[in-house]
């Protein structure tokens, strides 16, 4: 397979609501599509880099000029076997995980069109549906969380999770269980929590709650070994795991219970793929994050998600939650049950709508 051309287009999408973490409030995102044509194939990968680099170190910018000066020199015309050797190719930039995903994740979408397969399959995945949970951000009051989780759990979705900050969490978790006792919950602090709040968290352990995810510092491995120590709920694990090396310092330390799995944090399918046998070989389960991708994200999330270890539902949610009009065809949809049928076609088995594309598309570059 030999890469020829690839088109960066930076779009602006507007969420249908404003969405809250401990780090930062997102109304619009500013996106960048891969498409990439790989001998007669064209395949399309999402950038899930923020506009700020407050959840990771990349941003939108940073992103774009990595993969137009470094990383596409590095592919650009090369012969290669297949999607699976993209990342070594790229192994000598450090860092910049989101850029390489979304140029690594384009590949294999056009090496499973030119075979005819679905992405999930050629990944070797088997599920035929994924289940769904949904990430629900900091809300200015209870009712409005309350009134949130209740229309999402009407929807059928399967879990809940729940972003926290400090001062907030007691309140918020307390709510929700006096009315849903029963629904899978979980929390997601994106490290605003310090060690010495460990208190404060083990209070949580009277909710129950499914995990916490990511309380600590983005990088600091050793702060939650200390802490998984002191709580049974698990820690889940989202920052913290940036490479298949971090993913094993993390279970073999006793870092964290779960791992959340982020294509984009990660690097790529391959790095994904290693994480995800790594965890599966000790026990880990994993799921699959999500970082408030359009449709062509969310289309790469569905297919990393059918394999085998993915047993826990994940952040991956229809499209309405996000997008008055997604850029895709058909929508991602969920069903009553809470669940997200796997396409059939080949590729990641979404068609970009080409036509809304174009329109969103703030700035395009064609590298040859
Ligand atoms: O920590 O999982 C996170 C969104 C942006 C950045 C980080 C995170 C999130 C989410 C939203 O939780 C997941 C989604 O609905 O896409
Ligand atoms: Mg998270």
């Not at 959340?260 to 990660?266: A, D, S, Y």
Request: proline letters at 5%; one cysteine or more; hydrophobic letters at 40%.
């Amino acid at each position: 397979m030999r890469i020829r051309e690839v088109t960066l287009r930076e779009l602006r999408m507007k969420l249908v609501a404003p969405f809250e973490t401990s780090a930062e409030r997102t109304e619009e995102r500013r996106i960048i599509l891969t498409e990439v044509v790989a001998d007669g194939a064209i395949g399309w990968g999402e950038c899930v880099a923020g506009e700020k680099p407050f959840y990771s170190p990349e941003t939108t910018d940073t992103a774009w000029i990595v993969m137009r000066d470094f990383l596409w020199p590095m592919i650009r015309r090369k012969e290669i076997g297949a999607a699976a050797d993209v990342w070594g190719l790229l192994e000598q930039v450090r860092g910049h995980n989101m850029a390489k995903a979304a140029l690594e994740a384009a590949i294999w979408d056009a090496e499973a069109k030119q075979k005819g397969a679905p992405l999930g399959k050629l990944l070797g995945g088997s599920r035929e549906e994924i289940s769904s949970g949904v990430s629900i951000g900091i809300k200015d009051s209870l009712d409005e969380l309350a009134a949130a989780v209740r229309k999402e759990l009407s929807a059928g979705y399967q879990r809940i999770k729940i972003k926290v900050k400090p001062g907030k969490e007691l309140p918020q978790v307390k709510r929700l269980r006096e009315e849903f006792p029963g629904i899978k919950l979980m929390v997601d602090a994106n490290s605003a929590y310090r060690m010495e709040d460990w208190p404060l968290l083990k209070q949580l352990e009277g909710f129950y709650l499914m995990m916490i995810e990511q309380p600590l510092g983005w990088d600091d491995l050793y702060a939650h070994v200390e802490l998984q120590k002191k709580l049974d709920t698990p820690i889940c694990l989202d920052e913290c795991i940036h490479s298949e090396q971090q993913a094993r310092a993390a279970i073999l330390l006793g870092a964290c219970k779960i791992i959340n799995i982020k294509l984009g944090r990660v690097g790529g399918y391959y790095v994904a793929k290693r994480i995800h046998d790594l965890c599966e070989q000790n026990g880990m389960p994993v799921w699959c994050g999500g970082m408030l991708e359009s449709g062509i994200g969310r289309a790469h999330n569905i297919a990393l998600s059918t394999l085998p270890n993915f047993t826990l539902p994940g952040d991956v949610s229809a499209s309405r939650r996000y997008w008055d009009q997604d850029i895709i065809e058909p929508d991602v949809t969920v069903s009553a049950q809470g669940t997200i049928h796997v396409p059939t076609g080949p590729g990641i088995g979404f068609e970009p709508r080409r036509d809304r594309i174009e329109k969103l598309t703030v700035r395009k570059e064609r590298l040859v």
